[in-house]
């Protein structure tokens, strides 16, 4: 099931001819991507693969594989990143953006006080200049996804 407005959905529909950054890992269940407007190399969102606008419209499946997911990610941003832990965001209220979706964002032991915590969302949205290329974005896929390929799911 997707949604027309919505853009998860959308990239959801062109699955197969995703780039890395867009298909880091997946499952029948979610499809893991990065952050397409950010300045945070690593900054990854946890999507379920079906349209879902509440964490409570989760199916048992989805559910059962979330934290198994989320705990993964954070462990495979560590070792390709570096980072000294990572914050799971939800919030799903932007305009195009209701598809819950978790952001796993690497936090740097190097991050400015203002840039952490909520502050972090400074990262997002940011200029082009400053984003996350693709092609870095790409090679940070490629990193994950074999990071992962080294752990079992459950």
Do not use: N
Request: aromatic fraction near 8%; charge should be neutral.
């Amino acid at each position: 099931m997707t949604a027309p407005d919505c853009y998860a959905c959308g990239r959801e529909a062109e699955f197969g001819t995703l780039p890395p950054r867009e298909r880091v890992a997946f499952d029948a269940h979610w499809r893991v991507a990065h952050a397409f407007d950010t300045a945070l190399p690593g900054w990854l969102v946890l999507l379920p693969r079906r349209h879902v606008t509440a964490v409570h419209d989760l199916t048992d499946a989805e559910a059962a594989a979330l934290g198994s997911w989320q705990v993964r990610l954070s462990r495979a941003l560590r070792s390709v990143t570096g980072c000294v832990k990572t914050y799971v965001i939800q919030f799903a209220e932007a305009e195009g953006f209701a598809h819950a979706h978790f952001h796993i964002v690497p936090r740097t032991a190097d991050l400015p006080p203002e840039q952490r915590g909520a502050g972090i969302f400074g990262l997002l949205g940011r200029p082009e200049s400053e984003r996350v290329t693709a092609d870095r974005a790409d090679q940070l896929a490629r990193s994950l996804r074999d990071r992962l390929g080294e752990s079992p799911l459950h």
